[in-house]
């Protein structure tokens, strides 16, 4: 899950990045507050893939997503952009767990038998 969940979050970050640069000419929002926000953002997406496996971390993942739909309403392209990364982290997390569980019922079968040519 700390892959797929990890790229989803630096994905996002560079989004939010990109995003901040939009935002920062197209809306009315002060530079200032439009690069506090963003930076925060960006900077909690990169922390959380280094907390992935911890308690909370896909919940604050979620919050994550909430809060980039949410900025739509300051650059109305992001409700779009936004859907799209939540149905990534979404994906992420669901797959994710699916191939930590196949690994670790492969883990305890053991190792596989050698095969002799």
Known sequence: MRTLCSSTLIGEALLVMFAGLVAMRLSDVSTATVWTVSAIAMVLCVLLCGMINRP????????????????GFVLPTMFGLGVVFAGLWWCSVHYGRRIDEIKAARAAQGPAPAVVA
């Open 56 to 71: 909370g971390a896909v919940a604050t993942g979620w919050a994550l997503q909430i809060g980039l739909i949410a900025s």
